[in-house]
Structure formats: structure tokens, C-alpha cells
């Protein structure tokens, strides 16, 4: 794979851990499609949900960054009522 360079397509990517992990792969050199349910400037809108719609972000995002080497899905809702401060943070050692 030596001179072409890798793709990653993410979801999620408007914030958090999403936006965070896109930022990181650009870094290291990757061309990262970011996608998320609203869309937004660098965005593409993708309702995960929605298989004919993930086809359709999938191929346009391999025409703009190339074929898609890494999968990094972040999409994720917080359900009403659950403020995100409250939310205990667990440590896996």
C-alpha cells in the first residue's frame, strides 16, 4: 500500500469521541470522511439507521478519499433526561 494513502470513513464525527478519533487518523495521515445524522460543515449526513442511506454515503465517500481501509463508528444518541455529567466513568485495567 506504499504511496497511496489510506481512507477512514467515521461516524459520529461532529463530536466527541468522533470528532476526537477523525482528528486523531488525519493526524496520523489518513483522509478521514466524516459523517454524522446532521450534517455540518467537513460532514456528510448518515442516519446509520438507514441502510440504503450508509450504501449511499459509503460510495461517495470512497470517490472523495478513496477505498475505505478503516471503519471507526461513533454514532450514538443520549437518551432524554440523561445528563452527561452523570454519567459514571469506568476505567477497564
Not at 4 to 24: M, N, P, W
Not at 60 to 80: Q, R
Request: glycine residues 12%; charged residues 25%.
Amino acid at each position: 500500500m506504499e504511496g497511496k494513502r489510506r481512507a477512514a470513513l467515521v461516524t459520529g464525527a461532529a463530536g466527541g469521541i468522533g470528532q476526537a478519533v477523525s482528528d486523531a487518523l488525519e493526524a496520523e495521515g489518513l483522509a478521514v470522511a466524516r459523517t454524522d445524522l446532521a450534517n455540518g460543515e467537513g460532514l456528510s449526513a448518515l442516519d446509520v439507521t438507514d441502510e440504503d442511506q450508509v450504501r449511499q454515503v459509503f460510495r461517495k465517500a470512497e470517490e472523495a478519499v478513496g477505498p475505505i481501509s478503516v471503519l471507526v463508528t461513533c454514532a450514538g444518541i443520549m437518551p432524554a433526561g440523561i445528563e452527561p455529567g452523570r454519567i459514571a466513568t469506568t476505567t477497564l485495567s
